[in-house]
């Protein structure tokens, strides 16, 4: 039982460039949701979904797209990266989607550098 | 909005000092509350939570209390070790946010020898 993956585990793009973060996670979890990390700033949450087929949009989702095919996969793609979107990306997961009791597991991060 | 505000750091105290971390919150209805712990270079990992007024989260040592009166859930530890050196997000999860958590900035803990 791997929990939550993501890969890559840093990258270093330049302005304009696009990418996917993948975020996988094999608990059969319904929810799962992308947050960036910033320095003072906590978390932030960028898009989650549901489950498969549903996703909606956080509190700092431009720039940003997320897709849900399957239960396993919801990947992190950046249109035209930024240096504003220079972060710490981590995925989570939880059991039951609007159940707030859940703890969420956490994969752990991707560091990305946008120059 | 949701929101939690928890006191800022960086934190520094002695080996088996008493800790308290402050966390509050703004919400309606009934949120569930928890603590995640950031080790360097990691993921977060759940602490500690509560679902329901007065319920009481406590693992590793640490406990919090989740108290509606004071729209609080301060953490507090009767002993830290160099080993609970991290960073500590206070965080809630409620309808008004579609149950997305809904963090503080952290707290940064140092415990030195």
């Known amino acids: 039982n791997a929990g939550v993956t993501q890969t890559p585990k840093f990258q270093v793009l330049k302005t304009g460039q696009s990418m996917t973060l993948q975020c996988a996670q094999d608990?059969?979890?319904?929810?799962m949701s992308w947050y960036r990390q910033d320095p003072g700033m906590g978390l932030r949450l960028i898009h989650y979904?549901?489950?498969?087929?549903?996703?909606d949009q956080g509190e700092v989702p431009n720039g940003y797209n997320v897709s849900r095919s399957t239960t396993e996969d919801f990947p992190l793609r950046l249109l035209s990266a930024a240096p504003s979107q220079t972060s710490v990306y981590f995925c989570a997961s939880s059991p039951r989607a609007l159940a707030g009791y859940n703890e969420q597991f956490f994969g752990p991060g991707t560091r990305l550098t946008v120059l | 909005g949701d929101s939690v505000t928890q006191m800022e750091g960086p934190v520094t105290l002695s080996e088996e000092a008493f800790l308290t971390i402050n966390c509050t919150y703004t919400?309606?209805?009934?949120?569930?509350l928890f603590w995640y712990v950031q080790y360097p270079g990691e993921g977060l990992q759940l602490l500690l939570k509560a679902t329901k007024a007065d319920d009481k989260g406590s693992n590793k040592g640490f406990e919090a209390t989740y108290r509606k009166e004071t729209t609080s859930f301060h953490l507090e530890k009767g002993s830290v070790q160099v080993s609970d050196s991290a960073v500590y997000f206070c965080?809630?999860?409620?309808?008004?946010?579609?149950?997305?958590?809904?963090f503080g900035k952290g707290t940064s803990l140092l415990v030195t020898p």
């Open positions: 965080a809630l999860s409620g309808s008004n946010s579609g149950y997305a958590l809904n």
């Open positions: 919400a309606t209805g009934y949120p569930s």
């Open positions: 979904s549901v489950g498969a087929g549903i996703t």
């Open positions: 608990m059969n979890h319904e929810y």
